[in-house]
C-alpha cells in the first residue's frame, strides 16, 4: 500500500540525514532532501580531492557536512535516516550498528516504490532488462500517458516525486542490488531471466535469486508479474506470486495458459494472448531476444497500449545505447559496440544476431561467474581479443575446449582495437561485447563503449 508523501516530508523535516556514496541517484537526492529541511552529512570512500570545487562548492551552499576517506562509515551513528547507494550492502558491520542506534537505512529506490502515486512497472533480470525498461517506456509514453524512467537508467525520480500524479506511468530497470533490502513490490513486474551474475557482491547464487524475487514478493492480488517461462529459475517463481502471472516463450507448444494469457514465437511471428502482433521482419532491431523483450513489455502494458502503437514502436526502436550498436564501417571493417554486455548470456544473444563469424572483444571485471557458456558460441566467433581481470578466465575456458579459434590477449584497450582493424579482412565485424562488467579499467560500461567508439572515430580520422 503506497503511503502518501505528505508524511514523508512532515517526518524527515529537521532530522539528521546521511547520504551514503555519491552516485549518480545520489546528487539530485541531496538536493532534494535539503529542500525538504534535512541536516545532511554526505559520506564518500573517495578522498575530498577527488571531487571538482563546484562540487564542493555547491554542497557548502547547502550546509552539508563531509566525511571523507576510506575509513568514512566510522561516523556513521547518531542519524535518523542513512541512505545508501545500492553497490554499498546494507548488512555491513557499521549499518548493523547504526540500525541497533535507531537509524532508518534506506535508498533512493525504496522511498520511490513507498510514495510514488502512479502505477510502477519494474523490470529486473540477469539479461535484457535495458532493453525490455526502454520498450516498455516509449509503449507506454506513445499511448499517450505521462512516463516516467528510472531506476538504472534515466533520472533518479525520488527527487521529482511531487511532479508525479496517480494516472502517470513509472517505469524503473531495478537491479539485484536496488531489490536487495527492499520493502515494496511494482505494481507490474518482469523478470525476463535468470543466470549467474554479480557473484562478487552476492555471498551465493541463492542470495541473488532472492533478491531479485523483491519485485514480486510484496505485491498483491491487483498485481502482475511477468516471468520468462523458458528459463527454469523463473518459471519456477509462478507458485510464489501473490499476484496474477503472465508468461513469455519461445515454444508455441507450450502450456495451455501461456498461450491464452502470455506470449509466444511461433514462425518467426510474436503472439500475445493469442493474436498475431509481427513477424521478426517487422522489428528494426534483430535477435530472437529482442522479440522476447518486446513481448515481456506488451504483456506489462496491455490493455495500455494499443495495437498500432505497437507496430510503430517495433518499426522504430533502434534499441538502446551500447547494445549491439552500430557505430562505423572503415574500409568494409564493421563495428558493433556492445559494452553493456557484461554477461556471458548477454554476448551469446548478441552473437546470435549474426548470420557470419566475429571478431570478438571480451573481457573485464570479474564478477566470480562461469564464461563456460561462451563456448556455446564457439561457432560464431573468428578471432577473440581479450583484455581486463577476466581475460585469462576466458583464454583458458577456449584453450582447454577449443584449439581452432585464435586468441589474443592485450593491456592497452587503443591498443587491442587498432590491432584487431589492422588485422581484418574485407567485411569481417569487429564486436566489443565483453561478457564483463567494465570496472577494472573504465567508469562503467557507458565509458567502455564510448572510449571504444572514440578509438575508431580516431582511425578513421587517420584514413
Known amino acids: 500500500m503506497r503511503q502518501d508523501f505528505k508524511n514523508f516530508k512532515t517526518n524527515i523535516k529537521n532530522k539528521h540525514v546521511a547520504i551514503v556514496g555519491l552516485g549518480i541517484s545520489n546528487i539530485p537526492l541531496i538536493n532534494f532532501l535539503s529542500k525538504l529541511g534535512c541536516k545532511i552529512t554526505l559520506f564518500d570512500r573517495k578522498e575530498i580531492e577527488n571531487f571538482s570545487n563546484s562540487e564542493i ?11 571523507f576517506g576510506k575509513n568514512y562509515l566510522n561516523y556513521i551513528n547518531n542519524f535518523d535516516y542513512i541512505f545508501k547507494t545500492p553497490s554499498i550492502r546494507s ?48 509503449l507506454l509514453k506513445n499511448s499517450g500517458h ?28 531495478l537491479s539485484s542490488f536496488q531489490l536487495m533490502n527492499v520493502t ?55 507458485k510464489e506470486l501473490n499476484g496474477r502471472c503472465r508468461k513469455f516463450s519461445l515454444d508455441h507448444t507450450c502450456d495451455e495458459d501461456v498461450i491464452k494469457n502470455g506470449a509466444y514465437l511461433k514462425n518467426d511471428e510474436l503472439y500475445v494472448l493469442n493474436q498475431r502482433i509481427f513477424h521478426k521482419d ?21 490493455p495500455d497500449t494499443s495495437y498500432s ?9 533502434s534499441g538502446v545505447k551500447h547494445r549491439n550498436e552500430f557505430v562505423d564501417t572503415i574500409n568494409n571493417i564493421h563495428f558493433y559496440n556492445d559494452s553493456i554486455a557484461s554477461t556471458p548470456t548477454r554476448t551469446l544473444a548478441t552473437l546470435s544476431c549474426f548470420d557470419k563469424k566475429i571478431i570478438l572483444i571480451a573481457g573485464g571485471y570479474d564478477k566470480n561467474i562461469s564464461y563456460a557458456p561462451l ?89
Open 57 to 67: 562548492k555547491s554542497f557548502n551552499k547547502l550546509n552539508i557536512k563531509f566525511v
Open 91 to 138: 548488512d555491513i558491520l557499521e549499518f548493523e550498528n547504526a540500525r541497533k542506534n535507531g537509524s532508518i537505512i534506506t535508498s533512493e529506490i525504496e522511498e520511490l516504490l513507498r510514495y510514488c502515486p502512479s502505477k510502477i512497472y519494474g523490470i529486473t533480470g540477469s539479461d535484457g532488462k535495458t532493453t525490455t525498461t526502454s520498450i516498455l517506456y516509449n
Open 146 to 173: 505521462k512516463t516516467w524512467i528510472g531506476g538504472n537508467i534515466g533520472f533518479p525520480l525520488f527527487s521529482k516525486i511531487e511532479e508525479m500524479h496517480e494516472e502517470d506511468k513509472v517505469v524503473l530497470e
Open 184 to 238: 515494496l513490490s511494482p505494481d507490474v513486474s518482469i523478470i525476463t531471466n535468470i543466470s549467474p551474475n554479480h557473484l562478487d557482491y552476492h555471498k551465493d547464487m541463492d542470495e541473488y535469486i532472492n533478491c531479485k524475487k523483491n519485485i514480486f514478493k510484496f505485491q498483491n492480488d491487483n498485481s502482475i508479474t511477468i516471468l520468462n517461462r523458458d528459463c527454469s529459475i523463473t518459471n519456477s517463481f509462478e
Open 282 to 302: 517487422d522489428l528494426k532491431i534483430k535477435g530472437v531476444h529482442n522479440m522476447l523483450n518486446f513481448a515481456a513489455a506488451i504483456l506489462a502494458t496491455i
Open 309 to 317: 502503437t505497437i507496430k510503430n514502436i517495433a518499426k522504430e526502436f
Open 375 to 463: 563456448l556455446n558460441a564457439h561457432d560464431k566467433i573468428k578471432k577473440l581479443y581479450l583484455i581486463g581481470a577476466t581475460k585469462q578466465k576466458i583464454h583458458d575456458i577456449f584453450r582447454k575446449y577449443s584449439s581452432d579459434i585464435e586468441i589474443l590477449t592485450f593491456d592497452n584497450f587503443n591498443k587491442l582495437v587498432i590491432h584487431a582493424y589492422k588485422n581484418a579482412e574485407e567485411n569481417d565485424i569487429i564486436l566489443l561485447s565483453p561478457a564483463s562488467a567494465s570496472f577494472d579499467m573504465f567508469k562503467n560500461f557507458e565509458d567502455r563503449g564510448d572510449k571504444f567508439k572514440k578509438i575508431i572515430q580516431t582511425i578513421k580520422a587517420s584514413k
